[in-house]
């Protein structure tokens, strides 16, 4: 069983920055391949970003709207995941959410290869 809980969402003006986190709790093996992923309203979830927590390097990647701008990071000693965000847009707002799968997803991290998710985070980026 793996449990995901997500902090650290606000309100901000464009430009500024926000970290999230994510404390996991379950098997390692289990949650190795951990991402963040969003949803606007009325819009699809998407991948922002994914990490392998469990590789020494911690091979990252990024959706392309978010690259230069977003920072994903494992604390695997106390069991965190983040995503640090900045020069933050109003497009950005959403609701974040942290999810884990035991297996590798493909390279543009579908939602649908994720098998634990969080309630979410709510972004909010005014103009």
């Known amino acids: 069983q793996v449990v995901l809980v997500e902090s650290g969402g606000g309100s901000v003006q464009a430009g500024g920055s926000l970290r999230l986190s994510c404390a996991a709790a379950?098997?390692?093996?289990?949650?190795?391949?951990m991402g963040w992923f969003r949803q606007a309203p009325g819009k699809e979830r998407e991948a922002v970003a994914g990490i392998d927590i469990i590789d020494s390097d911690g091979t990252t990647s990024y959706a392309d709207s978010v690259k230069g701008r977003f920072t994903i990071s494992k604390d695997n000693a106390n069991n965190n995941l983040y995503l640090k965000m900045s020069s933050l847009k109003p497009e950005d707002t959403a609701m974040y959410y942290c999810?884990?799968?035991?297996?590798?997803?493909?390279?543009?991290?579908?939602?649908?290869?994720?098998?634990?998710w969080g309630l979410g985070t709510q972004v909010t980026v005014s103009s």
């Open positions: 379950g098997n390692l093996y289990m949650r190795r391949y």
């Open positions: 999810a884990a799968n035991r297996y590798p997803p493909t390279p543009r991290l579908n939602p649908s290869e994720f098998m634990y």
